[in-house]
């Protein structure tokens, strides 16, 4: 009678047996270590919380981590006008004579020299397409 009821309790309890590969795929689909409900993209293992964010490439590879109110893909803290998309840290859209510091650089004169290659945020060769794919 014992066994009878608990082959019943089994059958009864719809537990779908997973295994664990299974179990890893719906949990991380694109193995980049974050769960579904934490990765703002799960079919792309270059876009989890906290990831190398290039600036400027238009991608939010970090899930919006850092706060960046304009949507210019430079964070609120690197950003000197965290409301204006147009102004960023090297910015192309310094203008002689209209006396608006668009790279933040300090000045309102065009800049002469490149962005600091020694910086993660500005890579000397084409930034990685985080948001292009790359499982």
């Known amino acids: 009678m014992r066994l009878w009821f608990c082959a019943a309790l089994m059958a009864l309890s719809s537990c779908a047996y997973v295994t664990r590969a299974e179990y890893q795929e719906l949990w991380d689909a694109d193995g980049d270590g974050y769960p579904i409900g934490d990765d703002c993209d799960d079919d792309n293992r270059n876009i989890y919380p906290f990831a190398p964010d290039y600036r400027g490439d238009g991608c939010d590879a970090d899930c919006g981590a850092e706060a960046d109110d304009d949507g210019d893909d430079w964070p609120n803290s ?49 930034p990685i397409d985080n948001c292009g794919g790359g499982q």
């Open 78 to 126: 690197a950003d000197c006008d965290p409301s204006d998309p147009d102004i960023h840290p090297c910015s192309d859209l310094e203008r002689p004579g209209d006396e608006i510091d668009h790279d933040c650089d300090g000045s309102t004169d065009v800049r002469t020299t490149s962005c600091p290659s020694d910086d993660p945020d500005f890579p000397e060769t084409e």
